[in-house]
C-alpha cells in the first residue's frame, strides 16, 4: 500500500510526462534526425540513472560501470547469431547477465570503501575488454557482426530503428519509475543511510551487504538491456566500443551534471550533456576543444555545485522540491 | 636463453614503471587522492622531450631535467586550482576533478599534437652482456629511474620538507597544529607526484614511440603496481614496477601477448581484495 502512496508524487508524473512528450516529438514530426539525437539522450538517461541507483544513493563509485553495457551487448549479439534468438529475449538475457555478473562482482568487491571500489571497477572493466578480446566465441578482437538480414524481421531496417527507438523510450520511463520506486522505498532508505555512514546504518539494522549487492545488480540490469539494443541497432560490437572507460566516465559526469542521488538529476544530467556535446561538436570555434570544453565545465560543477543542478535548485528552492523528485 | 632476454627487457622497463606508479602513490599516500589525470601528464612528459628535442635540438636527457621542473609546477598549478578546494571533499569529488584536468589536458594536446603517433630518436646502439643484448636507453632509463627513486627517498627521509611531507601524510591535523603549512606541503607532494609521472613519460619517449594518448595505458599499469607494491610506498611502487616489467616481458613467451592485459587485471583485483594494503604495504 505504501508504494502506491508514493507513487502519488506530482513531480514524478510531471517529468515522466515531460520525457514522454520530448520522446514522442521525432515521431509526431518523423524526422530521423531529431530521432537519432534523442535516441543518444534516453541511452544516456538509462545508463546515467542506473548509475545512479548504486552511486547517487549508496555513494559507491562505479568507474568501470560500462562494463555491464558492453556485457549485454556481447551475450546479447551472440544469441542473436549464434542461436537465432529473436531480440526480445536476447535483450532480457543481456540485462540478466549483467545482473549476474553485478550479482557475483558484488560479493567481492562491495566490500572496498571509496576509491580502492572505483579502482577495482576500472580493473574489471579493463580484465574484461582484455578477456574478451582474447575469447573466441565472441569474435575475439574482430567481434560479432549482423547479417543485414535479420532486420527483416522487424519490417525492414527502416521500420526497426523507429521500433527500437520506441523501446528506448519505453525503457527509459520504465527506468525513471524505479529509481523512483527505489528511492521511496524502506530498501531505498537502507542505500541512503549506507551513503550517510555505512558502519552506523549497519548498527541501524541496515544489513549492509546485501543492501549494497542488490543496489548493484539493480543498477547493471538495465545498462544490459541496453547494451543488446544499442549494438543491435549498430550491427557489430566490438570490445573497444564495448567496454570504453571514457563512457563509463561520461556516466559519472551526467550523474554529476544533473544532480546525485535525485531522481530528476540524471535524466536532466543526460539531456545536458549530450546537447552540450552537441552544440560543441558543430561549432567551429570549439569543435577542436570539446573536450577541453567539457573538462572545464566538469570542474566548474565539482568545484563550485558539487550537487549539481538539482540538487542546487532544491536547496535554492525548497518549495520546489515536491516537483524536483 | 630466450626468457632470459625477455626477462631483462622486462625488468629495464619495469624501473620507468615503477617511476610512473611512484608518482601515483605519492600523491595517493599523502592526501589520498587518486589522480586520474596522472596518465596525462605521463604523456605531456613524452611531447615535452619530442617538441624540445625536435624544436631546438635539447638532447633527451636533458630534456629530462627540465621536463620534470616543468612537471613539479605544472602539479603544484593542478593541485591550486583543482583539488585544495574538494581535497577534504568525498573521493568522488577528487576522482572527477583529477579527471576534468585529464579531460582537459587531452583535450588540448589532441588539437595540437592530433593523434597520430610521434617518435624521439635516441641512438645509443644496444649493450650486449653475455647471452642477452638490450638497447642502451632502456639501461640508461633503468639507471635514471633508480637515481630517481634515491632522490625521493632522500628527500622524503633526509630534509625538513620530506619530514613536513611525511608528517601531514600520517596525520594532517595534528601536522597543522604543529605548525606545517599543510595546504602548501599537499601541493608539494603533488607537485612531486606530477613530476615523477612526467619523468617517466620522458624516460618512456626515447624507446617507445607514443601518441597523446599513450599515458591511459601507462596510467592503468601505475594503478596495478600502485596496489602491487602498497599504496604510499615509493620502494614499494619500484619494486612493484619491476614485477609487472618481468611479468610482461616472461608471460608472451608461454601465451599470446594478447593475454597479458587479461592477467595483469586480473592479478589486480585479486591483490585488491586479498590484501588492499598491497603486497609489500604495511598492515592497516
Redesign the interface.
Known sequence: MSMLKNLRNPGLWLWMAIVLAVGLWPVITQRASTREEIFTVLLSVVLASSLNIL?GYT?Y?S?GHIVFFGLGGYVGLFLITAYGWSLWPAMLAGGISSAFLALLLGQ??L??R???F???T???N??MR??I??FEPFGG?TGISLNFSVYNDYGGAANALWMLYGVMLALALLNILLSYVVKSSKFGLGLLAIREDEDAAEVMGVVTPRAKTWAYVLSAFLPGVVGVLFFFKNGNIEPPQAFR?HMS?EM??MV?LGG?GTILGPVLGAAGYQRLRGLLLTSDLFK?????????L??VI??FI?AGFVGWLRNRFPKLRRFLP | MDILAFLVDGLLIGFVYGIAAMGLTLIWGVMNVINLSHGAIIALGMFGIYLLFSLFGVNPYIGVVLVALAGLITGMLIYAIAIHRVIDAPHLSTLLATFAVNMIIIGLGTSAFSTSPRNVDVALGSIEMGPVAFPATRAVAAVASVLVTGALYYFLYRTTLGKYIRAVTDNRAAAELMGIPSARILALSFGLGTMLAAIAGGLIATFFPFTILSGATYELKSFVICVLGGVGNPVGALVGGLILGSLEGVIPAFMPTSWVPVLEFILFVVILLVRPTGLLGRKK
Open positions: 552511486l555513494g563509485v568507474f567481492a568487491i566490500r572496498l571509496g576509491a580502492y572505483a579502482l577495482a576500472i580493473g574489471i579493463e580484465a582484455a578477456f578480446n582474447n578482437p572507460l566516465i559519472l559526469v554529476m546525485y577542436n576543444i570539446q573536450l577541453t570544453v567539457a573538462g572545464v566538469l570542474l565539482i568545484l558539487p
